[in-house]
């Protein structure tokens, strides 16, 4: 009908100011895209025929050992005091690593040790012993580490003997000499002129040899002995 109204249409939301409620769920993320394979590495090209091989890097210097420090002469009043007392008796007196030495006579050792003790203080013998040099004219050298309470100070002193001499004892000095000179006969078979009962300590009267001696095969030892009393061959 010509006079009917038009029928209402809903407000558009652009219109209205209503709004709509924002959704509570997170927006997703977008898919990540697959990473692309790398690409392979160019391959070099062939050398020509002839050519000559490139140099090889020279190896690299091997470390420098670490050499000791060389002992240098002893020229301390102490030293000075034992040459003036014994002259030429004191064959050398050297500085090693902080440590006094004085090489002496054999036939004085006793009056030198004597003096160390009474006159310069050192009386603690904290150790005797003796290293062996096969190519050495005079074979073993003895060594006499002391200690000075008084002093607090460490002094050593060294005697040289060849195969078969023997050296004074020095017993009638340091009572503690006693155990350390039959360790040092029974290990390197020196012998003691003095020593109030000089035998081994070690090892048995019967065996044969001295260990410590650089000639002294320990793969055969005293045979006869270990097959006796062990019942087992040497080496075993």
Known sequence: ?????????????????????????????????????AAPPAAKPPAPAGAAAPPAKPAAPP??????????????DL???FKAKFGAAIREAWLDRKQSILVVERELLIEVC??????????????LTAVDWPKREKRFEVV?????FPKNERLRIKTQAGDGESVPSVTRV???????ERECFDMFGIRF??????????????????????????????????RENLGIESGQ
């Not at 006499?144 to 000075?148: H, I, T, V």
Request: proline share 15%; charged share 30%.
């Open 114 to 127: 004597r003096y160390a003790r009474d006159a310069e203080k050192f009386d603690f013998l904290t150790d």
């Open 79 to 81: 030293a000075k005091r």
């Open 174 to 180: 340091w009572g503690a000499a006693n155990w350390l």
């Open 144 to 148: 006499l580490n002391l200690y000075s």
């Open 193 to 226: 002129d003095g020593h109030p009962d000089l035998k081994r300590i070690l090892l048995p009267e019967e065996w044969v040899g001295h260990p410590l001696r650089k000639d002294y095969d320990i793969l055969t030892q005293d045979t006869a002995w270990v």
């Open 1 to 37: 009908m010509a006079n009917e109204p038009p029928e209402k249409q809903p407000p558009s939301a652009a219109g209205s100011g209503e709004q709509k409620p924002a959704s509570s769920e997170p927006p997703k993320p977008a898919a990540a895209e697959p990473a692309k394979p």
């Open 63 to 76: 470390p420098k050992k670490e050499e000791p420090p060389k002992p240098v002469a002893l020229e301390s």
